[in-house]
């Protein structure tokens, strides 16, 4: 429900717009917003979408933008992105997250590409390989996300939410927005009414998130769950595979890893008690360093041998951390079906 609407200065009809839903982004969304400012393509319309804000974030992004829709309540981001969708009026309409700067070329990629790939329904990217925050934790979620995403194919079936671009004929707005990863469930349900999503590895984009060691534990909980309850809604294991990827935004290659990681963990907890699975742990162990070794090179020539140490014992726990979050992902799911 929109409760007020600002506009800066009068636009005509725009051929793209931007939507950015923000929620208490204060600390970020002058940055967001200075980058779309300075863009090379400029045909656009700019919409803010304020999720009941309780900073000052409508305060400043009323500094820099054309539309700012304030919702009466925190509904997330995707009842956000719902309602900016509602308010655009452009073919295209293009969904950047509050704590992304995108670069001066980003909008001219997203356009130059749907303009020859007529077939394409949406286009979406990836995080770039830089980040503001130095400290380790930020750097390896980051590297982490720009690694995994450049395994995956040029066509896909999730939205990344940091930045996606569709054609607004090709959405209807009432569908694929919901609270728990929109991004994802709105590229199911576009692949589901049988349309196309390019993934773009040109399309990179900042993140100013910084992580903690607590904040990307718990944002590698919810991640996979969220992730293992749409793997259920939306028939998952039907699309492992296609496109040589697994389900989403997660390649086979990670899926095969947090697997093996689950089982190897369990077996060293139950190898104290049965020594043969000890030999198995070890076994287990080598397939595991064999399937993230590509990886760890690329950390190891990105920031390295310093870093990499301390990633691959982090990799590690963090990916049992997702083979829970998958796990209760999908017990929850399938509670809420058979209940």
């Not at 991004?183 to 100013?208: C, P, R, S």
């Not at 090179?297 to 083979?323: H, N, P």
Request: hydrophobic residues 45%.
């Amino acid at each position: 429900m929109l409760t007020r609407l600002y506009t800066c200065k009068t636009i005509n009809m725009a051929y793209v717009s931007i939507i950015v839903p923000c929620y208490n982004s204060s600390k970020t969304i002058a940055q967001c917003l200075n980058a779309l400012r300075a863009s090379i393509y400029k045909d656009y319309e700019l919409i803010i979408v304020d999720d009941h804000s309780s900073d000052d974030t409508a305060a400043i992004a009323a500094q820099f933008t054309d539309k700012i829709i304030s919702l009466k309540e925190n509904k997330g981001s995707g009842q956000a992105r719902k309602t900016g969708l509602l308010s655009s009026q452009a073919d295209i309409t293009c969904f950047i997250d509050s704590d992304i700067m995108i670069k001066p070329d980003t909008l001219s990629i997203i356009i130059n590409y749907m303009e020859k790939h007529p077939e394409v329904d949406a286009v979406t990217g990836l995080l770039s390989k830089e980040h503001p925050n130095k400290n380790f934790f930020s750097q390896y979620k980051n590297l982490y996300m720009n690694y995994t995403f450049n395994l995956l194919p040029e066509k896909v079936a999730f939205l990344f939410g940091s930045v996606y671009a569709i054609k607004k004929k090709t959405t209807d707005a009432s569908q694929g927005f919901l609270r728990y990863a929109p991004d994802t469930e709105h590229g199911q349900t576009l692949l589901g009414q049988g349309k196309t999503i390019a993934f773009l590895k040109n399309l990179e984009v900042v993140h100013l998130k910084k992580y903690t060691f607590f904040s990307l534990i718990k944002n590698d909980f919810w991640v996979p769950f969220s992730w293992a309850r749409i793997f259920v809604r939306f028939r998952g294991w039907q699309q492992l595979g296609r496109n040589k990827t697994g389900f989403a935004h997660a390649p086979q290659r990670q899926l095969a890893s947090i697997i093996i990681t689950s089982i190897l963990a369990s077996f060293v907890i139950a190898g104290h008690f049965i020594a043969a699975l000890n030999v198995l742990s070890c076994i287990l162990l080598i397939i595991w360093l064999f399937l993230n070794t590509p990886f760890f090179l690329f950390l190891f020539k990105e920031r390295g041998i310093r870093f990499l140490l301390s990633s691959i014992i982090l990799t590690f726990i963090d990916q049992i951390i997702m083979a829970v979050g998958i796990i209760a992902g999908f017990y929850f799911q399938l509670f809420q079906l058979f209940v």
